[in-house]
């Protein structure tokens, strides 16, 4: 009884060695895509990095003309820029996840480019809210994140 005992054991410890190796060799099919993924969103990447540093520029600049040309630093624009650096630290945030092959953070990154796409457009579009200067910003940011998108959607087919 006892050699049965061991072989029984043996057994069971090949046959959960053998289904580990599968889970192993299926968790390494699905995550293969996830080891692509940082030259996938290399585009990606440069566009939230350029995004992220040109709203820092603007909060820059906003600080600039609060001092120099006031009128062009309205409490609206204050909120506006702080909001949209905001989004750009949450989307570099986002990034890094999707970098490292999370499918959700991919995910994410296209709701909040999404989002910004069409707040930005809308803000754009109302009279008078905002400095000229910033309504240009505002549709540069729409397309930006339109671009942002569409990068998001070809990595996505690959």
Do not use: K
């Not at 699905?30 to 603007?58: C, K």
């Not at 009128?71 to 996840?97: D, K, P």
């Not at 999370?102 to 069409?118: E, K, Q, W």
């Amino acid at each position: 009884m006892g050699s049965s005992l061991t072989e029984a054991i043996t057994h069971q410890d090949q046959s959960s060695v053998d289904i580990d190796r599968a889970v192993n060799n299926i968790g390494h099919m699905v995550n293969s895509d996830g080891t692509h993924a940082p030259r996938q969103l290399g585009a990606v990447s440069v566009l939230v990095g350029v995004y992220a540093a040109a709203m820092v520029g603007t909060v820059v600049a906003l600080a600039v003309m609060a001092s120099t040309a006031p009128e062009q630093a309205t409490n609206e624009a204050w909120g506006h820029a702080l909001i949209v650096t905001f989004f750009a630290v949450l989307l570099l945030v986002r990034l890094r996840s999707a970098r490292l092959g999370s499918t959700t953070a991919v995910r994410a990154l296209g709701i909040i480019a999404t989002a910004m796409l069409v707040v930005n457009l809308v803000e754009a579009a109302l009279p008078g809210v905002f400095p000229g200067w910033m309504r240009v910003e505002m549709v540069a940011i729409a397309l930006w994140m339109s671009i942002l998108l569409t990068l998001l959607r070809r990595s996505a087919r690959r």
